[in-house]
T-cell receptor, first 110, second 116 residues
Framework: SQQGEEDPQALSIQEGENATMNCSYKTSINNLQWYRQNSGRGLVHLILIRSNEREKHSGRLRVTLDTSKKSSSLLITASRAADTASYFCAHMDSNYQLIWGAGTKLIIKP | SAVISQKPSRDICQRGTSLTIQCQVDSQVTMMFWYRQQPGQSLTLIATANQGSEATYESGFVIDKFPISRPNLTFSTLTVSNMSPEDSSIYLC?????????????FGPGTRLTVL
């Protein structure tokens, strides 16, 4: 089932700028994950943040988690054309099933 | 991690026919999941397939329409039966890995289905 929300639904920025995507959820979580899906390809797992973590970095990616607000954000710094993709957050519920957000379509303009 | 393959990678089918999608994992897993991603939408869980038991279907999905087999711990199939254009989607299988304090899911490359 889909119980997460993401905003914005679509984001178009210039290459080199930073892109921020937000995700909210409704239940308690074990962890929250961000995925990327390039057109015509499968999902790629980007980063996982545990419920007891507040911030996590991976290369140009920075993820924050605020469990009091039930929200997370994904920041991509110094964006590149190759970052053009759809980004999804997903949290794992107590039944170990992933609950997905609607996704943000990111377009990086050269 | 887990290496997951799916067959076919894509297919174009006629209305009223059925298509069986295969999912192969490189290691034994207890739980496998089948998802659907319709154009422009997020992933939707179809069913959970555990080896040796009937698949558990989510609301809105029924076994007659999406029969699933799980003959062993590395393989599963999803059949899309009596297809209509509304079934045009990407279908993905995934497996879950449970770790200490953290769990994640790994996805296959997906099967892109177009129903004419």
């Amino acid at each position: 089932s889909q119980q997460g929300e993401e905003d914005p639904q679509a984001l178009s920025i210039q290459e080199g700028e930073n892109a921020t995507m937000n995700c909210s959820y409704k239940t308690s979580i074990n962890n929250l994950q961000w995925y990327r899906q390039n057109s015509g390809r499968g999902l790629v797992h980007l980063i996982l943040i545990r419920s007891n973590e507040r911030e996590k970095h991976s290369g140009r990616l920075r993820v924050t988690l605020d469990t009091s607000k039930k929200s997370s954000s994904l920041l991509i710094t110094a964006s590149r054309a190759a970052d053009t993709a759809s980004y999804f957050c997903a949290h794992m519920d107590s039944n170990y099933q992933l609950i997905w957000g609607a996704g943000t379509k990111l377009i990086i303009k050269p | 991690s887990a290496v997951i393959s799916q067959k076919p990678s894509r297919d174009i089918c006629q209305r009223g026919t059925s298509l069986t999608i295969q999912c192969q994992v490189d290691s034994q897993v207890t739980m496998m999941f089948w998802y659907r991603q319709q154009p422009g939408q997020s992933l939707t869980l179809i069913a959970t397939a555990n080896q040796g038991s009937e698949a558990t279907y989510e609301s809105g999905f029924v076994i007659d329409k999406f029969p699933i087999s799980r003959p062993n711990l590395t393989f599963s199939t999803l059949t899309v039966s009596n297809m209509s254009p509304e079934d045009s989607s990407i279908y993905l299988c995934s497996v879950e890995r449970r770790g200490p304090g953290a769990d994640t899911q790994y996805f296959g490359p997906g099967t892109r289905l177009t129903v004419l």
